[in-house]
């Protein structure tokens, strides 16, 4: 069984693996590199580790787990989240948050619910009708947009319910998208 450091963010949880003896980092890059006045350290999932501190203001607690994900989807990637900014929006209107670079990471575990054996979990979502809500930061703006990307170049009529609800409903890729969809509601 492994050990887990789950911690919150605005978007939902996340765990990183907890290990607090030196026979646990065993199998891992860190055998060797990790001593025991180190302990306990959290694996970052990045390809580096920190000494762990339980007064880490997003530390929840620590959970044990055998499973690929040890937390479940809707608390890893919060569902219909009323602070919802980034994320994915089913064909349904539900929207699953994450931040900026864990789109990826999310469609793999909504694949995996809503589309098993998909080799490609993003393409197979788009496929599939979901939309992505991106940053859409270019560098030199002031302030970070959103971006909403449509595989299929179509939005069901929740979706852009959903879309005015989180504010993105006159954003120009949308209103096209609703242009181009509408007559099919």
């Keep these: 069984m492994k050990k887990y450091a789950v911690y919150r963010s605005a978007t939902g949880m996340y765990c990183n693996e907890y290990h ?13 590199v990790v ?12 390809g580096g580790y920190h000494t762990f501190k339980e007064d880490d203001y ?10 690929k ?5 809707e608390k890893m990637f919060f569902k219909n989240d009323d602070n919802f900014k980034l994320g994915w929006i089913s064909p349904q209107g539900d929207t699953y948050s994450c931040d900026y670079t864990n ?3 999310c469609a793999i575990m909504l694949a995996e619910k809503f589309i098993p054996g998909a080799k490609f979990p993003e393409r197979a979502l788009g496929r599939a009708g979901w939309i992505k809500v991106i940053d859409s930061w270019d560098g030199t703006q002031r302030q970070h947009g959103q971006f909403v990307y449509s595989l299929t170049g179509k939005i069901t009529k929740k979706q852009a319910d959903k879309l005015f ?12 998208l609703i242009k181009d969809c509408e007559n099919d509601w």
């Excluded at 607090?20 to 060797?32: A, R």
């Excluded at 001593?35 to 970052?44: A, G, N, S």
């Excluded at 997003?58 to 499973?67: A, D, G, L, R, Y």
């Excluded at 994900?69 to 989807?73: D, E, F, H, K, T």
Aim: include cysteine; charged fraction near 30%; aromatic fraction near 8%.
């Design 165 to 176: 609800d989180v504010g993105l409903y006159f954003n120009e890729e949308v209103q096209r």
């Design 35 to 46: 001593k025991e006045e180190q302990l306990p350290v959290v694996l970052d999932g990045c």
């Design 20 to 32: 607090d003896t030196l026979d646990s980092l065993k199998g891992t890059l860190f055998e060797t």
């Design 58 to 67: 997003n530390f929840v607690k620590i959970i044990e787990s055998n499973k």
């Design 69 to 73: 994900n040890p937390l479940p989807l």
């Design 103 to 105: 789109h990826n990471r």
